[in-house]
């Protein structure tokens, strides 16, 4: 069952796939902010995963989050994804990524509880 409060946290070392002009968010080599986006979201998904059935799994709805500072190659980043409510299929997580004890950004999560089989049914 998924409960607020479950939380993961999902770590990635930046390199130059993960940056702004590797990805076309930017023309910089520093950490893409679809890149820090997709690292919350990796710990979103994870924080739940394990009280889901094999069939099951959730999938991204709407993210918001600032991005407050760059982050070069070489350094790490981890975000956090904490369950803040659930509703039915429908789980709302606060998220934060840091780089050291820099917060790089935070901000709100929505994911939603799927049948794998069923979703990909209406590709």
Known sequence: MIETGMKHTSEL???ENVTAKKIGSGDMEVLATPAMMALMENAAMLAVADVLPESSTTVG???ES???RPTKIGETVTA???V???DGRK???AVKAFCGEQ???EGTHLRFVVDREKFLSKL
């Open 91 to 93: 789980i709302e997580y």
């Open 103 to 105: 917060l790089l950004g």
């Open 84 to 86: 803040t409510k659930v």
């Open 13 to 15: 070392v930046v390199d």
């Open 61 to 63: 709805g709407h993210i």
């Open 80 to 82: 956090t994804a904490e």
């Open 66 to 68: 600032s991005h407050l």
